[in-house]
Structures are given as structure tokens and as C-alpha cells.
């Protein structure tokens, strides 16, 4: 590797997924020049594709009507249907482990509903300590639904220091010790503030060999790293799809249910008429008879548009591959370190893991003289990237989009600013 822009060409003209750019709308400056987005792990850019399908939706709803139902190019009716491949191989589930409705939080709650199962021995909470803030709302809000008292009921575990790597080995051993006590533990696959990939896996046999039920929001994970849910034996797992997933700001989110679970007549679980079976929703009886898929945990007819922004979305990557994004994605943020640590400066330091086993796309940047003069120098410079206080760049390269000259152009511009 080295610091010349012609090295970051190159790289760019050897990358089989180049082309995949061109798929998207990449947002332009007043003077019409390209930003150089580096905010995928926020918002995703939007396929330039998306627009056709979901005028596909508006023109059928045009045409049919309520027969859309059944008449349209995608019929409304089984519309989901068409996501869950796409979906299920974007986190390693079986099909019908997977459904695309509501909004990641929303799904949060409806599997708690069904996962968070206390008992008076054995009702805490885990979550890592710096989680996300709505994760923890939610799972407070539990709590207090439950008739527990949120301080004591949820165990925050992870670094002294929310900034350190989260220490895998301290929360297994918090999970043998105090395993007994603890129903369920909710993590971020990939931690939204450090960029840390956790080992999902370990993680998972760990709590199984306690009895503790796992479920994982993967809302910086999915589409990021590969996942293998159904092989881990994860219980639950939600995401939203508007960040790596590029679906649309608001997008109908993902959740996962494990297969063992699927059909089971003991978990408590939300109902409404979509989750009834299609072969007898409209029957419109009195008496529910529920998919035996994750299906069941649908409450609503889907919002069609949305979900064509969705499908749109899943089909690109199909085409791509997961394995070959995540290829690409290994190296260009390999590249982005490098050229970080290139940087003659003190006031910056990565605070993502160094291996690229325990992180996804996004490197955490943390100054150590936090200006608002550095977020604002590098919008001007046209850098679409954000802070998180207390002092966090976070910089997040795509492999679907983002290029190796993105990259360089970022580290030149934020150079110049830190050395000024
Ligand atoms: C982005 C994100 C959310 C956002 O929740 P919504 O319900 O989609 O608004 C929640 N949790 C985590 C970990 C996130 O990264």
C-alpha cells in the first residue's frame, strides 16, 4: 500500500465490483460535484433502480385498484414473499426464519413479547453498556412492563471506559456467573458508536449453555458482515434496512426467528390478521390459525411502496454477493487505516479493533480536541460523514458504492484540516 492518489486508481480499476456504483445516486454539491459519502452506516444511498420499482407499485395500484391485490406484476398480497430470500441470505437464515415488516424497534418489542420471558429467579436483562439508545428504552421498558425495576433488572456490561473495546472474555464470564439470573441478553451485532463487530457466535453458545434466551439487533451488522443466525442458533435478531441495506430512510425493517421456534404453541406472541395464514386469512373467521413461519409475527398488510424500495434494494445485492462485498469491504477499509495512520498527528486515534474479524465497514475516529471547526470544515469540502458525542467521527466505506479514491479523498481533505 501507499499514500498516492494513483494507488487508490488502481485499486479502484482492479475491484470486480466497481461497476456496482453506478447503481447508485450519489448526492452532488451545489457546483454538481459528487460528495464523497461516507454516511452508508446512517443512510444509505439510493439504487438508482429503486424509483422503477416502486413506480412499478404506483402504476399497478393505478390499473387495478384493490385487484392489486392479487393482478399486480408483484401481487400485494404474498409481497413479502418476494424479500425473504434476499433477506435471508443477507443474515444467514432459512426463508421462512425471516420477515420484512414494521421498524427495528417496533420488532424489538414484538420479540421481547414473545423472548422476554421472566421468571421471579431469573428475569435480568444483558446488554453491552454503550448500546444504542433506543435498544435501551426498549429493553427498560420491558422491564417496567414486567413489574421490574429497570436499574436492577439490566445488567450494562462492557469497558470501564465506553471508548475501549468491548472485552468478549469479561461478558462470558459474566454470563457464567451470573448466568442463572439473567433471561435474556439483547447486544448490537456491531456496536453503533465503536464500529466493534462482536463474536456472535461465542457469544451465543455462551448464554445457550446458561439458558439464557439471545437476541441480537443487527442494525449496523446486516448487510455489513456476514452473518450465519440460523447456524449459530441465535433465538431473534432485528434490523432496520435504511442503513447498509439502502431501502429508504424509515424503511420497513427485518427480524428473524430461529426455526426451533417457529410454530411453537407455548410463546406468547402479538397477534393481527396478517399473520394469520394466507390460505385462511380471508376467511375472516373468528378463531387465528398463524403461519408457522416467522410470518406470524406480522401484524399488518406491509406498506407496498415501501417494501418495493426494499426489494429494489435486496436485488442489487444478490447480484453483488455478500461474500464479494465483504471482500471488497475488508480492503477498503484496510486502506482507510492505513492511510489514517499516515496521518502525522496526535489528535486522532481509531478506536474500531485493528482486526477486520472484529469490525464491519465503519472506523470510529476519536479526537482528542473535539472541534465542531472539523465537522464543519469537512462538509464544506464536501465529506458526508458524522459526529457522535462526545468525540467520535464515524466513517463508514461502502463496498457497494464508495471507491478507494473516496477514501484517499477523505484522509487528504481531513489532513489539511488537522494539520492547518
Ligand atoms: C439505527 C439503530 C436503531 C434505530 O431504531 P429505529 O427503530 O429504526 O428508529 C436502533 N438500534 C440500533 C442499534 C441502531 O443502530
Given at each position: 500500500?501507499?499514500?498516492?492518489i494513483?494507488?487508490a486508481?488502481?485499486q479502484?480499476?482492479n475491484?470486480?465490483?466497481?461497476r456496482?456504483?453506478?447503481?447508485?445516486?450519489?448526492?452532488?454539491?451545489?457546483?454538481?460535484?459528487?460528495?464523497?459519502y461516507?454516511?452508508g452506516?446512517?443512510?444509505?444511498l439510493?439504487?438508482?433502480s429503486?424509483?422503477?420499482y416502486?413506480?412499478q407499485e404506483?402504476?399497478?395500484?393505478?390499473?387495478?385498484?384493490?385487484?392489486g391485490?392479487?393482478?399486480?406484476?408483484r401481487?400485494?398480497?404474498?409481497?413479502?414473499?418476494?424479500?425473504n430470500?434476499?433477506?435471508?441470505?443477507?443474515v444467514g437464515?432459512?426463508p421462512?426464519?425471516v420477515i420484512?415488516?414494521?421498524t427495528?424497534t417496533?420488532?424489538l418489542?414484538?420479540?421481547?413479547?414473545?423472548?422476554?420471558?421472566?421468571t421471579?429467579?431469573?428475569?435480568?436483562?444483558?446488554?453491552?453498556a454503550?448500546?444504542?439508545?433506543?435498544?435501551?428504552?426498549?429493553v427498560r421498558?420491558?422491564?417496567?412492563?414486567?413489574g421490574?425495576d429497570?436499574?436492577e433488572g439490566?445488567?450494562?456490561?462492557g469497558s470501564e471506559?465506553s471508548?475501549?473495546p468491548f472485552?468478549?472474555?469479561?461478558?462470558l464470564?459474566?454470563?457464567?456467573?451470573?448466568g442463572s439470573?439473567i433471561?435474556?441478553?439483547?447486544?448490537?451485532?456491531?456496536?453503533?458508536?465503536?464500529?466493534?463487530a462482536?463474536?456472535?457466535?461465542?457469544?451465543?453458545e455462551?448464554?445457550?449453555?446458561?439458558?439464557?434466551v439471545?437476541?441480537?439487533?443487527l442494525?449496523h451488522?446486516?448487510?455489513?458482515?456476514?452473518?450465519r443466525?440460523?447456524?449459530?442458533g441465535?433465538?431473534?435478531?432485528a434490523?432496520?434496512?435504511?442503513?447498509?441495506?439502502?431501502?429508504?430512510?424509515?424503511a420497513?425493517?427485518?427480524?428473524?426467528?430461529?426455526?426451533?421456534h417457529?410454530?411453537?404453541?407455548?410463546?406468547?406472541?402479538?397477534?393481527?390478521?396478517w399473520g394469520n395464514d394466507?390460505a385462511v386469512?380471508?376467511?375472516?373467521?373468528?378463531?387465528?390459525q398463524?403461519?408457522q413461519?416467522?410470518?406470524a409475527?406480522?401484524?399488518?398488510n406491509p406498506p407496498?411502496l415501501?417494501?418495493?424500495?426494499?426489494?429494489?434494494?435486496l436485488d442489487i445485492?444478490?447480484?453483488?454477493?455478500?461474500?464479494?462485498l465483504?471482500?471488497?469491504?475488508v480492503?477498503l477499509?484496510?486502506?482507510?487505516?492505513?492511510?489514517?495512520s499516515?496521518?502525522k498527528?496526535?489528535?486522532?486515534?481509531?478506536?474500531?479493533?485493528?482486526?477486520?474479524?472484529?469490525?464491519?465497514?465503519?472506523?470510529?475516529?476519536?479526537?482528542t480536541?473535539p472541534?465542531?471547526?472539523?465537522?464543519?470544515?469537512?462538509?464544506?469540502r464536501?465529506?458526508?460523514?458524522d459526529?457522535?458525542?462526545?468525540?467520535?467521527?464515524?466513517i463508514?466505506?461502502?463496498?457497494?458504492?464508495?471507491?478507494?479514491?473516496?477514501?484517499y479523498?477523505?484522509?487528504?481533505?481531513?489532513?489539511?484540516?488537522l494539520?492547518v
Open positions: 500500500m501507499n499514500t498516492t494513483e494507488y486508481r488502481q479502484d480499476q475491484d470486480p465490483l466497481a456496482f456504483r453506478e447503481k447508485f445516486h450519489i448526492p452532488t454539491r451545489p457546483d454538481g460535484s459528487e460528495v464523497i461516507l454516511c452506516n446512517s443512510l444509505g439510493q439504487p438508482k429503486t424509483e422503477q416502486v413506480q404506483l402504476d399497478d395500484w393505478k390499473k387495478f385498484g384493490v385487484e391485490h392479487f393482478e399486480a406484476r401481487p400485494w398480497l404474498p409481497y413479502h414473499e418476494f424479500l430470500k434476499g433477506m435471508a441470505e443477507i437464515g432459512l421462512e426464519e420484512v415488516m414494521n427495528l417496533v420488532n418489542h414484538l420479540l421481547m413479547v414473545s423472548f422476554y420471558r421472566p421471579k429467579d431469573r428475569h435480568k436483562i444483558l446488554i453491552e454503550n448500546a444504542f439508545p433506543s435498544d435501551r428504552y426498549a421498558s420491558q422491564l417496567s412492563f414486567h421490574y429497570p436499574p439490566l445488567i450494562e456490561a471506559n471508548d475501549e472485552p468478549t472474555e469479561k461478558f464470564d459474566l454470563l457464567k456467573k451470573q439470573e433471561s435474556m441478553i439483547l447486544l448490537g451485532g456491531v456496536n453503533y458508536y465503536t464500529g466493534q462482536f463474536k456472535l457466535r461465542e457469544i451465543c455462551a448464554a445457550h449453555e446458561q439458558g439464557v439471545v437476541g441480537y439487533d442494525a451488522a446486516a448487510g455489513n458482515i456476514p452473518l443466525l440460523h447456524d449459530w441465535v433465538d431473534f435478531a434490523w432496520c434496512n435504511y442503513k447498509y441495506i439502502n431501502s429508504g430512510p424509515g420497513p425493517a427485518g427480524a428473524f426467528i430461529h426455526e426451533r417457529l410454530g411453537r404453541k407455548d410463546l406468547p406472541r402479538f397477534h393481527g390478521w394466507k386469512r380471508f376467511k375472516m373467521s373468528d378463531r387465528m398463524p403461519f413461519t416467522a410470518e409475527w406480522q401484524l399488518s407496498i415501501a417494501m418495493a424500495a426494499v426489494l429494489a434494494s445485492f444478490q447480484e453483488a454477493g455478500i461474500a464479494n465483504r471482500e471488497k469491504s480492503k477499509t484496510g486502506y482507510l487505516e492505513f492511510m489514517l499516515q496521518i498527528t496526535d489528535q486522532l486515534r481509531v478506536i474500531t479493533p485493528k482486526n477486520p474479524d472484529e469490525r464491519g465497514c465503519q472506523l470510529s475516529l476519536q479526537l480536541h472541534s465542531s471547526r472539523i465537522m464543519k470544515a469537512l462538509r464544506e464536501g465529506v458526508v460523514c459526529w457522535r458525542e462526545p468525540d467520535v467521527i464515524r463508514a466505506p461502502v463496498p457497494l458504492y464508495n471507491t478507494f479514491e473516496d477514501v479523498k477523505f484522509v487528504h481533505n481531513l489532513t489539511e484540516i494539520l
